[in-house]
């Protein structure tokens, strides 16, 4: 990003901005994230293990789920479906286990699967833990005192413009009042 000289490297951010197309566009742009993965993305499932050459899963009989489409989830999340062979399950012996009440075994996954795991690679690292603890010890308190002392809590305008002003406003107060703390060191030589 090139606006007035000014390169981003690094993004320290919370899980509310842990989404695949975030960590894409960021990775696009060369910019490393530190973007916790929040608390739905799965890396494995269990009894299924994944392909990356071939892009699909094997079943725990031995049957391969293979990639058919892509979909999108209700927030508009791309989405990419794994599914196995209707003959393939019609004929195992797993199948009143595996999927009792369906045809055949579907596996959905997000398209963003890479970028998801190399983000969760990066949080576990010792550098992620790290920023992890900048995050709290910067970003956190800053949302804890504006929902607690700024009135924040509820946001009673509509639209997101309207809620833009409100939290422009709102944050413009928290950095004003902490200016007016700060008190420069004199040095004595």
């Given at each position: 990003m090139l606006d007035h000289?000014?390169?981003?490297?690094?993004?320290?951010?919370?899980g509310g901005y842990?989404?695949?197309?975030?960590?894409?566009?960021l990775e696009?742009?060369?910019?490393?994230?530190?973007?916790?993965?929040f608390g739905q993305y799965k890396p494995e499932i269990t009894g299924f293990p994944y392909n990356q050459e071939a892009d699909c899963f094997t079943c725990?009989?031995?049957?391969?789920?293979?990639?058919?489409?892509?979909?999108?989830?209700?927030?508009?999340?791309?989405l990419k479906i794994y599914q196995a062979t209707y003959?393939?399950?019609?004929?195992?012996?797993?199948?009143?286990?595996?999927?009792?009440?369906s045809q055949c075994r579907q596996i959905t996954r997000t398209a963003y699967d890479p970028e998801y795991r190399r983000a969760l690679e990066r949080q576990q690292s010792s550098k992620g833990k790290r920023m992890?603890?900048?995050?709290?010890?910067?970003v956190e308190p800053v949302f804890g005192s504006l929902i607690h002392y700024y009135g924040l809590r509820k946001i009673s305008v509509r639209g997101k413009a309207g809620a833009?002003?409100?939290?422009?406003?709102?944050a413009c107060a928290f950095n004003l009042k902490k200016y007016?703390?700060?008190?420069?060191?004199e040095v004595v030589s």
């Open positions: 000289d000014l390169h981003l490297a690094e993004l320290l951010a919370d842990s989404n695949g197309s975030n960590y894409a566009f696009q742009k060369k910019i490393t994230s530190w973007i916790p993965v725990p009989a031995g049957k391969i789920l293979s990639f058919k489409t892509y979909d999108t989830n209700a927030e508009g999340g791309l003959q393939d399950c019609k004929q195992c012996s797993l199948k009143s286990i595996c999927v009792p009440k992890k603890r900048l995050r709290q010890s910067t833009h002003k409100v939290m422009v406003l709102a007016l703390k700060f008190k420069p060191v």
